[in-house]
């Protein structure tokens, strides 16, 4: 909101010189930011009311006019303009030579077809102030401007402007009258000052116009009053208070209208005024809307109303949304002779809610939903109507007529000394009371231990203990209180489960290679449709936002796996060509099963040997290096019983695709898949090379597992190698679980430990010449070893024949 | 010693013949032709018996003497050229240590992720626990909880992404889900869970809507909470500017201005001061020429919320804090656009790796 300095001192002698800078640094650090501070007139120097003394025709030219000026120096100026619009004896704004305009332009002298015209007459638009006038010719001055006068004192032009940035709690300070009763609390020896204009109206005749009832059966309208004005003349305001509305961002719009928003910025009770023949009928009504209702608002817009919002109405037809927006119909036009001023108070929650739904951020509602003072409508209502009088020549000396429903009135707040220490570290009780009286808070009786207060109308935000103490802490700031750290720990600090995996699986991660990204939670609409999901795949079931920022970002992400994509292709788009090793941790949202969506935690990595995959050691990743990684990783937590089987993923490679689960208590679970992109998703995000990715759920990880450490046997293990001729279709987990088997059937037939077998590794794989097509040869090397004696060279050799024999029997060749 | 002959004479030629030998292969004849079955040591040996009987004795200590220097000095020759011979294997094995390494070069951070760790590190270092809350929240969380009710203009403060999908709460009324606009709804429900006294801090992705060079519809906060009995602004005001110091590593000029939360009274706003130009520059990019940075919401918890939290407001009070981690990360790695942080490039995160290319020693 922005605060007129000159406006502000109308309403609050300082008592000391105070600087609006100064002002500024002590809202700004006692809850009221000062976003900036502007001096419209900006670079202004040198320009003066003159008067017009001779005004004649250019010899050479019919288009311009030459004005000999008066500043009251003796000497005219002479001066070239070509606008119309002025007279012999008019008074303008004149800019002479040497004179700087607000943008820093400084003006010489011209020479017109043979005329020297030393500076310029100035429009409203050259002052700056486009909006004061209507722009047609020269800015044409008061009667009352005196000749020489620096215009920078002249009708508020030099005045200073603050832009206030006021918190949801403080409806009081977006008035010039809130604003000075704030800064009279925070510099203590100021005094607030009525202006004229504020001084009560007297009100004597009964309405020269018939009028009924103001009839308020909705509870939400707390106040309704009507002030009325005769014989108004619809013309511009004067030029200070347009100059006001101008730097105050309101465009003026003419007297009456003007009066209503003056009123609005100065007191911050939002007025209405009618035509009082525009009006369906001499009554007003404030009701609830019915459900459905509608009324067209005067942005032109129907509205949808329901019981909820409240109406003004007048002969039972709607005329305004109560505190919201008025009607079209019933507004101040140039022909308008009657006025009624409507002055009201409306329940914040109402007007808050209708507001909100609808989507109407007017002045009004702002103001309303944010509390406005109930005993201010009367004030505001009487400072109108002084206003319409003077500024529209108007009869005002008429009776308001009122009605007002019950409200909440404030209620006394004790402070106590306790509390006041254990919050502030400080107890002055007597310093308190001088700090909340100046805020206008009133002292209503008290002991040395507490003190009770009342607070004013006009600061609903004040209702508990607290709100004193934060009145008194934000008054004596906060930088000279002491800092300290808590004592006693109440219970030691933990990560807790999920964080620490979280924290174990980033450190891992990046050791490992991989660069942390974070992407959004939100995808495009149809982002399962890129990735082939199935119609029945809960992931193609996302949640959807209801009020999304774009189609973009608009589905809950039911994988991370999309947004590795886009962050790999972001990557080569901005020119990366070496390999991509990318994971995020972060949630997805799930369909549960009562149909509402919950959240997992899940860990997804991307794998890319780059857009150039040239590498000097020839070793580029695939499927396996990301096997290697997701086994490191589960196997970090203790868990070595991962196995990972052939599936498929409708956005994987057909044939590169597992599941990883792990055993826990003799249960299999899931914990996710690797693979490789499916090559036509690879071509669609046109990417040169394989992509390899997974996703995991690690949360059965959360708690370690606990390692079984034994040392070694003190007897030495004996190996022994086997070669298999085996077809290509047969996986390497099914040859090992036969030659586990094998082991331990012929470890039993020669009556030896069954976990004779310390290790099985596979060290070559082969075909091609010698192996028949189809075929491929795999070496495995066996170690067995006992644990209380070494093995006889005849024991091992009779084994693994027996195994040889064995593996035989199952249709292994062996070579 | 000396005097037997033959001594001396095998000696100066085992001296000769060792001097010439380069090779295990010639150490192994010389070692046959000296020390051998048939060698000159065993010959002169079986010899012996054709001296003087007493001479004898003396001859035949003298040749095993002899036996056993020239048994020594083979072995230190064979050290001598095995150890050439692996000098001459290594220089012909030299590699360039300057090639590029194989494999993977080391993953990089996230400089939000960072941030939200070591802040997580440092309040658990001052007794704070670790404490998670969903993104999907209910309106009752999310705001009623937290002195926010439905027509309450504090709202305006925080544009909300809503879900289609409700959620019936106990009393019957209509709970709408959202995604979280800040953090602050975990204070409620650590205190629903833990009761007091409780020191927590929660760390999470918050949402709103907006978007510009400024504003992230997604974005990241960390709200701490402390309950205890008769706590004082005195507390949070030490904690949060130890906070501080410990994240940006030195110690910073602060200052607090009152402010308002509806949660939280009194409540204030901290300021640090501008870890770019310390308020030396009035015209910085970092702090638009005040010196001043605002970095944290705070105060001390409102009655209504500790009594939401199920904790009597009489016996307890506490305070609330809730940082910008993505700001705070900003600061710390002068990072310019919010927007660069959520596209997944890795050109931008590991581009505070120097040039991997192999740089010179005398470039250092």
């Known amino acids: 909101m922005l605060i007129s300095w000159q406006l502000l001192k109308e309403f609050i002698d300082f008592a000391e010189d105070v600087t609006p800078e100064q002002a500024a640094e002590?809202?700004?650090?006692?809850?009221?930011?000062?976003?900036?501070?502007?001096?419209?007139?900006?670079?202004?120097?040198?320009?003066?009311?003159?008067?017009?003394?001779?005004?004649?025709?250019?010899?050479?030219?019919?288009?311009?006019?030459?004005?000999?000026?008066?500043?009251?120096?003796?000497?005219?100026?002479?001066?070239?303009?070509?606008?119309?619009?002025?007279?012999?004896?008019?008074?303008?704004?004149?800019?002479?030579?040497?004179?700087?305009?607000?943008?820093?332009?400084?003006?010489?002298?011209?020479?017109?077809?043979?005329?020297?015209?030393?500076?310029?007459?100035?429009?409203?638009?050259?002052?700056?102030?486009?909006?004061?006038?209507?722009?047609?010719?020269l800015l044409i001055l008061p009667d009352d401007a005196v000749p020489g006068t620096d215009a920078r004192t002249l009708y508020h032009i030099g005045d200073v402007i603050l832009d206030v940035s006021i918190t949801p709690n403080r409806g009081d300070l977006l008035s010039l009258l809130g604003m000075a009763r704030e800064l009279k609390g925070l510099f203590n020896k100021s005094n607030l000052i009525t202006p004229w204009w504020l001084r009560p109206l007297k009100h004597v005749n009964d309405w020269s116009e018939s009028f009924g009832n103001i009839n308020l059966p909705d509870k939400g309208c707390i106040a309704y009053r009507l002030g009325l004005a005769t014989g108004a003349e619809i013309k511009k305001s004067p030029l200070t208070v347009r100059i006001d509305l101008q730097h105050l961002g309101m465009r003026p719009i003419n007297n009456a209208v003007d009066v209503t928003n003056y009123i609005m910025l100065a007191l911050g009770q939002p007025l209405h005024a009618f035509d009082l023949n525009t009006l369906p009928a001499r009554e007003i009504t404030v009701r609830a809307a019915n459900n459905g209702e509608k009324m067209t608002t005067l942005d032109n817009k129907e509205r949808i109303l329901n019981e909820q919002d409240?109406?003004?109405?007048?002969?039972?037809?709607?005329?305004?949304?109560?505190?919201?927006?008025?009607?079209?119909?019933?507004?101040?036009?140039?022909?308008?002779?009657?006025?009624?001023?409507?002055?009201?108070?409306?329940?914040?929650?109402?007007?808050?809610?209708?507001?909100?739904?609808?989507?109407?951020?007017?002045?009004?509602?702002?103001?309303?939903?944010?509390?406005?003072?109930?005993?201010?409508?009367?004030?505001?209502?009487?400072?109108?109507?002084?206003?319409?009088?003077?500024?529209?020549?108007?009869?005002?000396?008429?009776?308001?007529?009122?009605?007002?429903?019950?409200?909440?009135?404030?209620?006394?707040?004790?402070?106590?000394?306790?509390?006041?220490?254990?919050?502030?570290?400080?107890?002055?009780?007597?310093?308190?009371?001088?700090?909340?009286?100046?805020?206008?808070?009133?002292?209503?009786?008290?002991?040395?231990?507490?003190?009770?207060?009342?607070?004013?109308?006009?600061?609903?935000?004040?209702?508990?203990?607290?709100?004193?103490?934060?009145?008194?802490?934000?008054?004596?700031?906060?930088?000279?209180?002491?800092?300290?750290?808590?004592?006693?720990?109440?219970?030691?600090?933990?990560?807790?489960?999920?964080?620490?995996?979280?924290?174990?699986?980033?450190?891992?991660?990046?050791?490992?290679?991989?660069?942390?990204?974070?992407?959004?939670?939100?995808?495009?609409?149809?982002?399962?449709?890129?990735?082939?999901?199935?119609?029945?795949?809960?992931?193609?079931?996302?949640?959807?936002?209801?009020?999304?920022?774009?189609?973009?970002?608009?589905?809950?992400?039911?994988?991370?796996?999309?947004?590795?994509?886009?962050?790999?292709?972001?990557?080569?788009?901005?020119?990366?060509?070496?390999?991509?090793?990318?994971?995020?941790?972060?949630?997805?949202?799930?369909?549960?099963?009562?149909?509402?969506?919950?959240?997992f935690n899940k860990l997804a990595g991307l794998l890319f040997n780059g857009v150039d995959a040239r590498d000097i050691y020839k070793q580029p990743e695939d499927f396996y290096s990301l096997k290697a990684d997701v086994t490191a990783l589960i196997e970090g937590r203790g868990f070595n019983n991962i196995i990972f089987e052939a599936d498929s993923e409708s956005f994987a490679h057909s044939g590169q695709t597992a599941s990883v689960s792990i055993i826990i208590n003799n249960n299999k679970i899931k914990l996710g898949f690797i693979a490789r992109l499916k090559p036509s998703l690879e071509q669609e995000l046109d990417i040169n090379n394989n992509i390899y990715i997974f996703e995991l759920d690690l949360t059965p990880l959360e708690n370690i597992k606990r390692p079984e450490l034994k040392p070694a046997s003190l007897y030495p293990a004996s190996t022994r190698d086997i070669s298999l001729l085996v077809n290509k279709s047969k996986s390497h987990a099914d040859i090992e679980h036969d030659i586990r088997e094998s082991v331990s059937a012929a470890a039993e037939a020669k009556n030896l430990d069954l976990n004779i077998l310390e290790s099985l590794r596979l060290f070559d794989v082969y075909q091609g010449k010698g192996i028949p097509e189809g075929f491929v040869s795999l070496a495995y090397s066996l170690a067995y070893r006992l644990n209380d004696r070494t093995l006889k060279d005849d024991e091992v050799e009779s084994l693994h024949n027996a195994v040889r024999e064995s593996l035989s029997l199952k249709g292994y060749t062996m070579r | 010693m000396g005097n037997y002959k033959d001594v001396e004479d095998i000696r100066s030629a085992f001296e000769a013949d060792l001097k010439s030998i380069d090779n295990i292969k010639s150490l192994d004849e010389m070692r046959v032709k000296y020390a051998g079955k048939k060698g000159v040591l065993t010959l002169a040996l079986k010899s012996l018996g054709k001296l003087p009987a007493d001479e004898r004795p003396q001859a035949g200590q003298e040749l095993n003497i002899l036996r056993d220097e020239i048994e020594r000095e083979l072995e230190a020759k064979k050290i001598a050229i095995n150890n050439l011979?692996?000098?001459?294997?290594?220089?012909?094995?030299?590699?360039?240590?300057?090639?590029?390494?194989?494999?993977?070069?080391?993953?990089?951070?996230?400089?939000?992720?960072?941030?939200?760790?070591?802040?997580?590190?440092?309040?658990?270092?001052?007794?704070?626990?670790?404490?998670?809350?969903?993104?999907?929240?209910?309106?009752?969380?999310?705001?009623?909880?937290?002195?926010?009710?439905?027509?309450?203009?504090?709202?305006?403060?925080?544009?909300?992404?809503?879900?289609?999908?409700?959620?019936?709460?106990?009393?019957?009324?209509?709970?709408?889900?959202?995604?979280?606009?800040?953090?602050?709804?975990?204070?409620?429900?650590?205190?629903?869970?833990?009761?007091?006294?409780?020191?927590?801090?929660?760390?999470?992705?918050?949402?709103?809507?907006?978007?510009?060079?400024?504003?992230?519809?997604?974005?990241?906060?960390?709200?701490?909470?402390?309950?205890?009995?008769?706590?004082?602004?005195?507390?949070?005001?030490?904690?949060?500017?130890?906070?501080?110091?410990?994240?940006?590593g030195r110690n910073l000029k602060n200052r607090f201005r009152a402010s308002y939360f509806p949660f939280t009274e009194p409540s204030m706003e901290l300021d640090i001061e501008c870890v770019e130009c310390g308020g030396h520059d009035a015209h910085c990019r970092i702090c638009k020429g005040t010196g001043w940075l605002e970095v944290a919401g705070m105060g001390m918890v409102h009655p209504n919320v500790i009594r939401a939290g199920g904790i009597d407001p009489e016996i307890y009070n506490g305070f609330a804090f809730g940082i910008g981690l993505d700001r705070m990360a900003m600061l710390k790695y002068n990072i310019n656009d919010l927007r660069l942080l959520f596209d997944g490039n890795v050109s931008y995160f590991l581009s505070g790796r120097s040039n991997r290319s192999e740089r010179r020693a005398e470039s250092c």
């Open chain 2, 85 to 248: 011979e692996n000098e001459r294997k290594e220089l012909s094995e030299k590699i360039d240590v300057t090639l590029p390494a194989r494999g993977r070069d080391c993953g990089a951070f996230h400089p939000v992720m960072q941030t939200m760790y070591e802040i997580a590190e440092i309040m658990t270092g001052l007794g704070y626990s670790i404490a998670l809350g969903p993104e999907k929240e209910e309106e009752f969380y999310n705001f009623e909880c937290l002195n926010i009710p439905a027509w309450h203009p504090a709202r305006d403060m925080q544009d909300t992404f809503y879900f289609p999908d409700n959620i019936e709460s106990d009393n019957g009324k209509i709970n709408r889900t959202l995604l979280r606009t800040h953090t602050s709804p975990v204070q409620v429900r650590s205190m629903l869970k833990y009761g007091a006294p409780l020191r927590v801090v929660c760390p999470g992705k918050v949402y709103r809507r907006d978007n510009d060079p400024t504003h992230s519809p997604m974005f990241n906060q960390m709200e701490g909470l402390l309950i205890d009995k008769d706590v004082s602004f005195a507390v949070l005001k030490g904690t949060i500017g130890e906070m501080m110091n410990a994240f940006f």
């Open chain 1, 310 to 599: 409240m109406l003004i109405t007048s002969g039972g037809e709607a005329i305004a949304i109560a505190g919201v927006m008025g009607g079209l119909q019933t507004g101040i036009n140039d022909n308008t002779k009657t006025i009624v001023i409507e002055s009201a108070c409306f329940s914040p929650v109402r007007v808050g809610y209708t507001s909100r739904r609808l989507g109407i951020a007017s002045e009004a509602a702002f103001r309303f939903s944010r509390t406005v003072d109930p005993v201010l409508s009367s004030r505001a209502l009487s400072a109108a109507l002084t206003l319409l009088s003077h500024w529209c020549g108007a009869e005002v000396g008429y009776k308001v007529l009122s009605a007002e429903n019950e409200h909440k009135e404030p209620e006394a707040i004790k402070l106590t000394r306790a509390k006041l220490n254990k919050y502030l570290n400080w107890a002055d009780l007597d310093e308190s009371r001088k700090i909340l009286e100046g805020f206008g808070i009133k002292y209503l009786s008290g002991n040395k231990d507490e003190l009770e207060f009342m607070p004013p109308s006009f600061r609903p935000d004040i209702s508990i203990e607290e709100d004193l103490i934060e009145e008194i802490g934000r008054y004596r700031g906060y930088n000279d209180a002491p800092a300290k750290l808590p004592g006693e720990l109440p219970r030691r600090a933990e990560l807790g489960s999920e964080m620490s995996l979280a924290l174990y699986t980033r450190n891992f991660m990046m050791a490992r290679g991989y660069t942390e990204v974070v992407t959004y939670s939100f995808l495009p609409e149809k982002f399962y449709e890129f990735l082939r999901l199935d119609e029945s795949d809960i992931r193609a079931k996302p949640l959807v936002l209801a009020n999304p920022i774009s189609r973009d970002q608009m589905a809950m992400r039911t994988t991370l796996i999309p947004g590795l994509l886009t962050g790999l292709k972001n990557s080569i788009l901005s020119g990366w060509r070496e390999p991509v090793r990318i994971f995020e941790q972060g949630k997805i949202f799930l369909r549960d099963n009562n149909n509402s969506h919950i959240e």
């Open chain 1, 26 to 137: 002590r809202l700004t650090l006692s809850g009221t930011e000062i976003e900036s501070i502007e001096r419209p007139a900006g670079k202004l120097s040198g320009v003066v009311a003159a008067r017009v003394q001779i005004l004649e025709r250019h010899e050479s030219d019919d288009k311009l006019l030459v004005a000999h000026l008066d500043t009251g120096s003796g000497k005219y100026h002479k001066c070239v303009t070509s606008a119309h619009n002025i007279k012999q004896g008019d008074l303008v704004l004149y800019a002479g030579e040497g004179a700087v305009l607000p943008d820093g332009n400084v003006l010489g002298v011209r020479d017109f077809k043979g005329v020297k015209s030393a500076g310029m007459m100035l429009s409203a638009g050259e002052l700056g102030l486009p909006d004061v006038d209507d722009n047609t010719g």
